[in-house]
């Protein structure tokens, strides 16, 4: 039995963005971002009067702060930073590699926006991006268990509970509204 190999010191994670390890690290910086933004949309729920662009606008740039963030303490760690000798290139492949925290954000971006061309008001947009965020993490679970040899029932309780993360942040923010 061989022993798994790390990467050469200071090479960026973008050395295992192919293929399903590469997916599935996608897909795990997707529910970071999912939860960051069903965390930012239940905290704006205690706005008087928020207005759908600014929540937009809240929600998009929390989660650019958010992805700017998990890149640099990616880069931390790199051998290159703690010898001072980091490149440009590590910083931007941090930042490609993780970038799907941000695209968590952009449906209820979208959802804000579309309440701001008054398509729906602000009230229902907070349910639709709580509702889309939560679907979001439905998605990811399956996406992370296709292929696996994993028995059904496992897998549905996979999926079950990244579905019941979203939902209980949901159900936090009802519950601090009746208090």
Do not use: C
Not at 85 to 101: N, T
Not at 110 to 135: R, Y
Not at 148 to 164: C, E, H, K, M
Request: aromatic share 8%; hydrophobic share 55%; proline share 5%.
């Amino acid at each position: 039995m061989t022993e798994p190999t790390l990467p050469p010191p200071g090479s960026p994670p973008a050395a295992e963005g192919r293929g399903r390890k590469g997916r599935i690290h996608w897909l795990s910086d997707y529910v970071y971002g999912s939860i960051s933004t069903l965390v930012a949309i239940a905290g704006l729920t205690f706005e008087t009067n928020p207005g759908e662009l600014t929540t937009a606008g809240v929600v998009i740039v929390g989660a650019v702060a958010i992805w700017l963030a998990h890149a640099l303490s990616r880069v931390v760690i790199l051998d290159s930073w703690q010898h001072l000798r980091l490149k440009a290139g590590d910083v931007i492949g941090d930042l490609r590699d993780s970038w799907s925290i941000l695209a968590a954000a952009l449906p209820a971006t979208v959802v804000f926006a579309l309440a701001g061309l008054h398509v729906w008001s602000i009230k229902a947009a907070f349910t639709i991006a709580e509702v889309v965020g939560v679907l979001g993490l439905a998605v990811v679970g399956v996406g992370t268990i296709a292929g696996t040899d994993q028995p059904w029932s496992r897998r549905i309780l996979y999926v079950a509970g990244l579905v019941g993360v979203g939902v209980m942040i949901v159900l936090f923010e009802l519950l601090i509204h009746l208090l």
